[in-house]
């Protein structure tokens, strides 16, 4: 298990904020959400280039939080997991020419 999560999971034991997978990804979907909200004023709507700003940070940090909690419920290292993904993409760019599946 990589240093992030191994932070997290112990940050939510000592503060009793374990809660099942379930719960933790409608936080994901949550935060993904107000990621987006942020992203849309960060860019005027898609207007301009995004510009970096503290409440950008604060949200992909609580989207990452997130994230890490759900992995760490499910007994998934996320490092392992980026590996795979690294290697499946690297073989599809290999292949195609593109990341993309559906090349």
């Known amino acids: 298990m990589n240093e992030f999560q191994e932070k997290v999971r ?16 409608l936080d994901i979907v949550s935060e993904l959400g107000e990621v987006s909200k942020e992203m849309l004023k960060a ?3 898609g207007k301009k280039e995004p510009e ?7 949200e992909l940090g609580d989207l990452f939080y997130s994230l890490l909690a759900v992995a ?7 490092e392992e997991a ?13 292949e195609s ?7």
């Open 52 to 58: 970096y700003n503290e409440e950008m940070k604060a």
């Open 72 to 78: 760490n419920k499910l007994n998934v290292d996320l």
């Open 10 to 25: 112990k940050f939510c034991r000592q503060h009793g904020l374990e809660m099942p997978a379930e719960e933790r990804l």
């Open 43 to 45: 860019s005027d709507y």
């Open 82 to 94: 980026l590996d795979m993904v690294l290697i499946k993409y690297q073989k599809r760019i290999a």
């Open 97 to 103: 020419g593109s990341p993309d599946s559906k090349r």
